[in-house]
Each structure stands twice: as structure tokens, then as C-alpha cells.
């Protein structure tokens, strides 16, 4: 009996020395490799519930692709794909984690950035056009007819008179009957013919559709914005060939023309007397036009001290608001004056007055839908007649590069 129990006792501690053993050897669970496993078996069960309940709308619109990331990045590896279309799952579900978002960068297009629209105005930017002064200081009549003709007195003995007509005096007894006889005032006509601009811009149907701009009022403000510029430049410039005559383009504005005392350079001296080529009574309403090239000429003259001869002053130093006038007389500035150069016209100075604009037709725009209907365009037309020429030449003065 001591021996059975002496064995049985031996049999019980192997057995817990065995069960020591087999505690101590159990293998351990990684938690973290078990929560990754649940969360993607997740991810998958979702993503494929998804798709199911929305596959009988993609039977029912064929042409539309199946529930997926934006295929916005076919032109990528297949692991891109795979990885974008991952991430992009997990974003829809909120379950993406930081790490994940650099895949859906707004910044790199087909990492997302396709899905962020920019932010269109329809404000379009353009810069400012230049400023159209002619028009302003001429004399400006309406005419319903191709010519204006405009009857006048023809007199070219003086500046002090306007014709011939003097008064004698006599006494209380005229030594004759005809000893106050006048001369005959000379009488001729100035006729300024109308002349036609036009401009045309077609446009497509479909950019006028789909622009996100006002188009039709752009070629407007465009339309009206040429036809300003055009028209200063003819009345400066024009040959007086199916346009207006320009100013510096008269024969008797240029004939009667002050030279600068330079052969390519202006003069301080030439300026001051070119005010006084002009006869007073036209200096009340006289005014400079010249360029921006010229007038910084004008501003950097300077006298034997070093001083500017157009003051550019203010109360605090030598650089203020500079005045916009020369000699007590306003400056226009006008781009389409030429520059300074040998044997150029760059500065007129007089009453505008003495140019006249005969307006006939005001702009108009027409938009014409069915000329061009078959080629899918639309083409806006636009339209102005004005005439217009020197009909006083002795109220300007204009200034020559040249010596003499």
C-alpha cells in the first residue's frame, strides 16, 4: 500500500510539472495584427455591400461606371490605382487615417485634385485704354447728309481782323461818297464728307453658350473702345482718304509749322515763343497735346543750376504732385502725338476749336444670327460714320523737330 500511494503521488506531480510547462510555452496573440485584420475584413464587407445595393442603378444607367474612386487616375500604375481607390473608400466611410490622406492631395491632380474645382469669375482682366482727347475740345456738329458744308470768310491779311471791313474816319464831312467804302468780304466753303468704319467679330454658338463671361457685352465695350481710339488717331493722323483728315496731316497746319531750334531735340526757348505764334484771342481756350514721351523731354529740361524749368513742386521738396499745366495752359496727353525725331510734328498747342467733327451715324452694333448659321457662328457687326477735318488752321500751331 505504501508503495501504490508513494507512486500515485509521484504521478500527480509530473502531471503538474507538465501543466507548468504547457502555461509557460502558450503562445501570445498581437492584438495590433488583429485589429488591422477585423478593421480591413470591415472595409471589404462594406465596400461590397455598397456596390451591391447601388448595382441595380448602374443596370439601370449603362453608360454610368460602377460605385468606385473617380477614375480620374486610369493613367496611373495599377497599385496607384489600387491605393487611391482604398483611400478613397476609407475617406467616404470616415475611417481614412491621417497617414492616407496624402493620397487624396488636392494639389496633385489626379491624387484628388480633379475633385476641387477652382473658383471662376466672370469678370475678365484687360488693361485701360489710352484716353481719346481730341474729340472732347473740337467743335462737334450732327449732319444728316454725306458732306457738311460749312460757308466762311476768307481772310489771311492779319490775326487782328476777321475779313476787310474797315471803318474810315471822315469828319463831319466825307471828303467823298465813297471814301468809306469797305472792301468786299471774301467769301468760300469748307466741306468735310462723312466717312464709314466698320468692324466685325464672329463668334461660335457654343463659346457664347458656355462662356462663363458676358461675351456679347465685352464686344461691345471692345467695339466701343476701338472706335474712340480710331477716331482720335484719324483726327491726329488720318490721310483724309475714306477717313478724316488729321491735324498733323493739313497742309496749312504744317506750312505754317514752329520749329523746336533743334534738328532732333526740343528747345526751352522755341517753347516759350511757340505760345505767341498763336493769336491771343485763341489762347483763352488753348491747350498742349503732346505724348508721354515728349512730356518727360519737357519735365527733365532743366537751367544752368540744375533746376527743373516745369516746376515739379509741393510744400515738401522737389518731387511733388507735378501741375498739369505748361506756361498757365493745360497739357493733354495724347499717345497717338509722334515722338520726337528729326522732321516730326510732336506737340500741337491751340484751340481745338479750330478742328471740326461732323457726326452722321453714331456706333451701332448689330449681331447677325443667321449669315453665318451654317458654320455654327454668330458675327457682330459694327458700324459708325463721322467725317471731320481743320476748318481753322489759324487757331493751332504745331512744332517741327528742326533747326529752322
Same mark, same amino acid.
Given at each position: 500500500?505504501?508503495?501504490?500511494?508513494?507512486?500515485?503521488? /509521484?504521478?500527480?506531480?509530473?502531471? *503538474?510539472?507538465?501543466?507548468?510547462?504547457?502555461?509557460?510555452?502558450?503562445?501570445?496573440?498581437?492584438?495590433?495584427?488583429?485589429?488591422?485584420?477585423?478593421?480591413?475584413?470591415?472595409? *471589404?464587407?462594406?465596400?461590397?455591400?455598397?456596390?451591391?445595393?447601388?448595382?441595380?442603378?448602374?443596370?439601370?444607367?449603362?453608360?454610368?461606371?460602377?460605385?468606385?474612386?473617380?477614375?480620374?487616375?486610369?493613367?496611373?500604375?495599377?497599385?496607384?490605382? *489600387?491605393?487611391?481607390?482604398?483611400?478613397?473608400?476609407?475617406?467616404?466611410?470616415g475611417?481614412?487615417r491621417?497617414?492616407?490622406?496624402?493620397?487624396?492631395?488636392?494639389?496633385?491632380?489626379?491624387?484628388?485634385?480633379?475633385?476641387?474645382?477652382? /473658383?471662376?469669375?466672370?469678370?475678365?482682366?484687360?488693361?485701360?485704354?489710352?484716353?481719346?482727347?481730341?474729340?472732347?475740345?473740337?467743335?462737334?456738329?450732327?449732319?444728316?447728309?454725306?458732306?457738311?458744308?460749312?460757308?466762311?470768310?476768307?481772310?489771311?491779311?492779319?490775326?487782328?481782323?476777321?475779313?476787310?471791313?474797315?471803318?474810315?474816319?471822315?469828319?463831319?464831312?466825307?471828303?467823298?461818297?465813297?471814301?468809306?467804302?469797305?472792301?468786299?468780304?471774301?467769301?468760300?466753303?469748307?466741306?468735310?464728307?462723312?466717312?464709314?468704319?466698320?468692324?466685325?467679330?464672329?463668334?461660335?454658338?457654343?463659346?457664347?453658350?458656355?462662356?462663363?463671361?458676358?461675351?456679347?457685352?465685352?464686344?461691345?465695350?471692345?467695339? *466701343?473702345?476701338?472706335?474712340?481710339?480710331?477716331?482720335? /488717331?484719324?483726327?491726329?493722323?488720318?490721310?483724309g482718304?475714306?477717313?478724316?483728315?488729321?491735324?498733323?496731316?493739313?497742309?496749312?497746319?504744317?506750312?505754317?509749322?514752329?520749329?523746336?531750334?533743334?534738328?532732333?531735340?526740343?528747345?526751352?526757348?522755341?517753347?516759350?515763343?511757340?505760345?505767341?505764334?498763336?493769336?491771343?484771342?485763341?489762347?483763352?481756350?488753348?491747350?498742349w497735346?503732346?505724348?508721354?514721351?515728349?512730356a518727360?523731354?519737357?519735365?527733365a529740361?532743366?537751367?544752368?543750376?540744375?533746376?527743373?524749368?516745369?516746376?515739379?513742386?509741393?510744400?515738401?521738396g522737389?518731387?511733388?504732385?507735378?501741375?498739369?499745366?505748361?506756361?498757365?495752359?493745360?497739357?493733354?496727353?495724347?499717345?497717338?502725338?509722334?515722338?520726337?525725331?528729326?522732321?516730326?510734328?510732336?506737340?500741337?498747342?491751340? /484751340?481745338?476749336?479750330?478742328?471740326?467733327?461732323?457726326?452722321r451715324?453714331?456706333?451701332?452694333?448689330?449681331?447677325l444670327?443667321?449669315?453665318?448659321?451654317?458654320?455654327?457662328?454668330?458675327?457682330?457687326?459694327?458700324?459708325y460714320?463721322?467725317?471731320?477735318?481743320?476748318?481753322?488752321?489759324?487757331?493751332?500751331?504745331?512744332?517741327?523737330?528742326?533747326?529752322?
Open positions: 500500500m505504501g508503495t501504490e500511494a508513494t507512486k500515485e503521488k /509521484d504521478t500527480a506531480a509530473q502531471a *503538474a510539472t507538465e501543466n507548468t510547462q504547457e502555461t509557460k510555452t502558450a503562445p501570445t496573440v498581437d492584438m495590433e495584427a488583429v485589429k488591422t485584420l477585423i478593421a480591413e475584413q470591415v472595409n *471589404a464587407t462594406v465596400s461590397e455591400a455598397v456596390t451591391k445595393a447601388i448595382e441595380p442603378l448602374t443596370k439601370a444607367r449603362p453608360k454610368a461606371a460602377p460605385f468606385s474612386a473617380p477614375a480620374v487616375i486610369s493613367n496611373e500604375p495599377a497599385t496607384k490605382r *489600387a491605393e487611391y481607390k482604398e483611400a478613397y473608400l476609407k475617406y467616404m466611410l475611417r481614412a491621417s497617414n492616407e490622406f496624402k493620397v487624396l492631395e488636392e494639389g496633385i491632380d489626379t491624387a484628388g485634385g480633379f475633385t476641387v474645382p477652382e /473658383d471662376w469669375r466672370s469678370e475678365i482682366l484687360k488693361k485701360l485704354p489710352t484716353m481719346a482727347v481730341i474729340r472732347s475740345r473740337a467743335r462737334k456738329m450732327t449732319t444728316t447728309r454725306d458732306v457738311l458744308v460749312l460757308p466762311k470768310v476768307k481772310y489771311d491779311a492779319d490775326n487782328r481782323y476777321t475779313s476787310g471791313v474797315r471803318f474810315k474816319w471822315t469828319g463831319e464831312q466825307p471828303a467823298s461818297s465813297t471814301v468809306h467804302r469797305v472792301t468786299d468780304p471774301g467769301f468760300g466753303l469748307e466741306r468735310i464728307p462723312v466717312h464709314t468704319a466698320m468692324a466685325s467679330l464672329p463668334l461660335t454658338n457654343n463659346i457664347l453658350e458656355d462662356s462663363v463671361a458676358n461675351l456679347p457685352a465685352l464686344v461691345s465695350q471692345l467695339f *466701343a473702345e476701338a472706335i474712340s481710339l480710331g477716331e482720335d /488717331d484719324a483726327l491726329i493722323n488720318g490721310d482718304v475714306n477717313s478724316p483728315e488729321g491735324i498733323l496731316t493739313n497742309a496749312t497746319v504744317t506750312a505754317g509749322y514752329y520749329p523746336s531750334g533743334d534738328a532732333s531735340a526740343l528747345t526751352a526757348d522755341n517753347l516759350v515763343k511757340m505760345v505767341y505764334q498763336v493769336p491771343a484771342q485763341y489762347r483763352r481756350n488753348a491747350v497735346v503732346f505724348n508721354s514721351q515728349t518727360a523731354a519737357i519735365r529740361m532743366k537751367d544752368s543750376n540744375g533746376n527743373y524749368l516745369w516746376p515739379i513742386l509741393s510744400n515738401v522737389n518731387f511733388g504732385t507735378a501741375p498739369e499745366t505748361l506756361m498757365g495752359y493745360p497739357v493733354l496727353i495724347d499717345e497717338f502725338m509722334p515722338d520726337i525725331a528729326a522732321s516730326a510734328y510732336p506737340i500741337l498747342f491751340g /484751340d481745338l476749336q479750330g478742328y471740326t467733327i461732323a457726326d451715324v453714331q456706333l451701332s452694333i448689330q449681331r444670327n443667321e449669315v453665318y448659321a451654317e458654320s455654327n457662328q454668330v458675327v457682330f457687326l459694327a458700324r460714320r463721322v467725317g471731320g477735318q481743320v476748318t481753322e488752321p489759324y487757331r493751332l500751331k504745331v512744332m517741327k523737330i528742326a533747326a529752322s
